[in-house]
């Protein structure tokens, strides 16, 4: 074969190309064996083709040599030896053995009904029981809503899809995901790993309350110790909540609320007086972190059955409640408040904000827990159809959760005679207090507590599992060789860590730093800033269309149209809008009804935010400072993708590093072609390294 012949076949840029080859049983069924002494060397030429199919072009631009490439593997997986006379030598090296390792050592679902139940628990959990009640009254009941279901549609729905998809399609975690779609935006990955960081530090205070209640409604039996008020720490006040309504008075404090102000937090006047620790908290705090540990140790894709538990149970608990909620006194008020929209509060920014962030943090969006997960999943797997499920499921769970909160709220205000707005002092208590109230209420009062604390607790250590193995999994990914091998010792350190952490928000005015780290950290301007900067990443930089052919290439058919206007267009023009809204009319975080924090904790909160938002700047201009070449070469070269697909392909598809074949021309580049598998295991691959020398009329192929 002439050098003109082989350049037009494979192209005169590439001095040589690594092709692997997915399709383990075929090399291993005709390759020889242990004991074969027959050697074959077979001259082949490399024939001409036919162009590559359009869809694949889309993808991946150097899909133009796949036919060609392709009739050549398919003389080395045949024939495994191929002189071509007198040309340069070169090995076919079979290393089936360290591509199904890296495999196994990931590991993946055991069935897709796991992968299911794993994003309802990591989406449904303590953010639909316990913030988004919270976040609701806050902002008027009805005028949340209608900010929530406009971020659901627009933002929420679609994100949480094609965070699933891109994870599943990559086979890696949130933190190394957008850095092989754009290698210059690699800081949204540092960004989603704080941000998952933070939240897990906040959260697990949120489990220790949990606990807490749970372990003193077993030691109050056979009542509960917050149904009296002759109690040590009850003030004069105090009123039972089953009191007779005209002996109460406006500045009345339920036994509930005092137990959760002045027994469980023993709270302080101010963030400026963090008090004492508060040693029972403390205590629950690692008994929560022992009991997360055991379940991640080896990755939660080997938690199925644990997972589909978790993710149920909560549903029958929360059923009961419901029902004995709406049939209170004075709940119809409540409820009419929880759908009434107030508008002049939609030209503020605080509903706005909150109801999108509410979104991205029920919905696990931003935090890198999404992309781990789907990462598990085969490559074919239907993850629409389970994410529109999630969706689903997620949204009608905060609604009943809401059902449940606001009509104890108007049972409430109708006892004392009191407003809905100022019944009780909105934070991030009011779960335990407004759930309390209803428990009381039922026959058999300490049963449903401790069944209902238990459904807390359940949520609260299923969310937190699923978002440490997030962290972990996207740390784990980016530094597979230090870390893979050391998994449970890193899960160790990141639990101690964590922990140490957060003890300052288990002193006895702990509260105020935990509503700093919740308004900063995982909300509100930081939030929006790093989904927006995912999304601009994914369908601009990358681009929509190719996304959709990825997907198309998983599912068999492309996303709707609709979906494809919300990704491009819709999601970052709101996400854009309410964060430069929530700019020029900020308002500052308080707590309850009242207290305001000083200067220094809401700049500690503004720092709190930048510590994720500021990965995305600066590691770009890092990218440009380190990366050689003019501005517009390093440029094009990062935002051109760099990864590779993962092996599972159905059809013959031939990958090649897009940045190999933009801009310069490099010595190598990287071709990966994957056969039909017909159902084989993708953890059983075959690597074949083949050697092209165009300035040889001939090549020789050894095995």
């Known amino acids: 074969m002439s050098k003109n012949e082989l350049a037009g076949c494979v192209n005169e840029s590439f001095q040589m190309n690594e092709v692997i080859i997915s399709d383990h049983q075929q090399v291993t069924n005709e390759l020889p064996t242990e004991d074969s002494t027959a050697e074959k060397n077979i001259s082949k030429p490399i024939k001409d083709s036919v162009a590559p199919d359009e869809k694949d072009k889309k993808v991946f631009p150097a899909v133009a040599i796949r036919n060609n490439l392709q009739l050549f593997v398919e003389n080395i997986v045949k024939n495994k030896k191929v002189s071509c006379g007198h040309g340069k030598t070169s090995e076919v090296d079979v290393a089936s053995k360290e591509s199904k390792d890296a495999q196994c050592e990931r590991g993946g679902w055991k069935n897709e009904w796991d992968f299911l139940f794993s994003c309802i628990s990591v989406s449904v959990g303590l953010g639909n029981i316990w913030r988004f009640p919270y976040l609701c009254f806050k902002n008027g009941g009805g005028t949340f809503l209608v900010t929530y279901f406009v971020a659901m549609v627009v933002c929420g729905i679609p994100i949480f899809y094609q965070e699933v998809a891109i994870g599943q399609y990559l086979g890696v975690g949130g933190m190394t995901l957008i850095a092989e779609l754009a290698p210059i935006m690699k800081g949204v990955g540092y960004a989603t790993m704080t941000v998952t960081f933070l939240v897990n530090i906040y959260y697990s205070v949120i489990v220790a309350w949990t606990l807490f209640y749970f372990i003193a ?67 629950v705090l690692i008994l929560s972190w022992v009991m997360i540990y055991f379940i991640i140790w080896k990755g939660i894709n080997q938690s199925g059955y644990i997972i589909w538990f978790t993710a149920l149970f909560p549903y029958v608990i929360l059923s009961v409640l419901v029902v004995r909620a709406v049939t209170l006194d004075g709940a119809g008020d409540g409820l009419l408040y929880y759908i009434t929209p107030n508008f002049d509060l939609l030209l503020t920014s605080g509903p706005w904000i909150d109801g999108a962030t509410q979104i991205f943090f029920s919905y696990s969006i931003g935090t890198g827990a999404l992309p781990a997960l789907g990462s598990y999943n085969k490559f074919k797997h239907n993850c629409y159809r389970d994410a529109i499920i999630t969706c689903v499921v997620n949204t009608l769970t905060c609604l009943i959760a809401g059902v449940v909160t606001f009509s104890i709220l108007g049972n409430i205000a109708s006892a004392t005679d009191s407003s809905i707005e100022s019944v009780v002092s909105s934070g991030p208590g009011l779960v335990f207090i407004t759930y309390p109230e209803v428990v009381l209420r039922l026959p058999g009062a300490p049963f449903w507590a401790i069944i209902f604390f238990m459904m807390l607790v359940i949520l609260g250590i299923d969310s937190e599992f699923c978002v440490v193995e997030a962290f ?194 490099p010595d190598s580049s990287l071709v990966t072609v994957s056969s039909d598998l017909h159902g084989m295991n993708h953890r059983e691959s075959a690597v074949v390294m083949v050697s092209f020398d165009i300035d040889n009329s001939k090549m020789e192929i050894n095995e």
Request: glycine share 8%; aromatic share 14%; proline share 5%.
């Open 217 to 283: 409604s077993f030691a109050a039996l056979p009542g509960l110790p917050w149904q009296s008020c002759g109690n040590s720490w009850n003030t004069i006040d105090c009123f039972q909540p089953t009191s007779n309504a005209s002996v109460l008075h406006n500045g009345s404090v339920s036994a509930v609320e005092e137990f959760w102000s002045r027994r469980v937090l023993a709270i302080t006047d101010g963030i400026e007086n963090p008090g004492g620790m508060r040693w029972e908290l403390f205590g």
């Open 472 to 665: 972990v999994t996207g740390i784990v990914d980016n530094w597979p060789n230090q870390l893979r091998k050391c998994r449970r010792l890193f899960v160790v350190a990141t639990i101690i860590v964590i922990f140490l952490l957060s003890l300052p928000m288990i002193t006895e005015g702990g509260v105020y730093l935990f509503q700093i780290m919740d308004y900063y950290s995982a909300s509100g301007m930081s939030m929006l800033f790093l989904v927006f900067f995912q999304t601009i990443s994914i369908n601009w930089i990358f681009g929509g269309n190719k996304f959709c052919d990825a997907v198309e290439q998983m599912l068999g058919q492309k996303p709707s149209r609709f979906l494809y206007i919300c990704w491009v267009f819709l999601a970052p023009a709101v996400m854009l809008g309410i964060f430069v809204f929530s700019i020029v009319q900020y308002t500052p975080v308080t707590y309850g009804l009242g207290y305001q924090y000083p200067t220094w904790a809401e700049a500690l909160g503004i720092c709190i935010s930048l510590s994720s938002m500021l990965w995305i700047p600066l590691y770009a201009a890092y990218y440009i400072y380190i990366t050689p070449g003019t501005l517009r070469e390093v440029l094009t070269k990062g935002v051109t993708p760099i990864f590779k697909i993962r092996s599972e392909l159905s059809s013959p598809v031939i990958q090649q590093t897009i940045a190999d074949v933009q801009g310069s021309q």
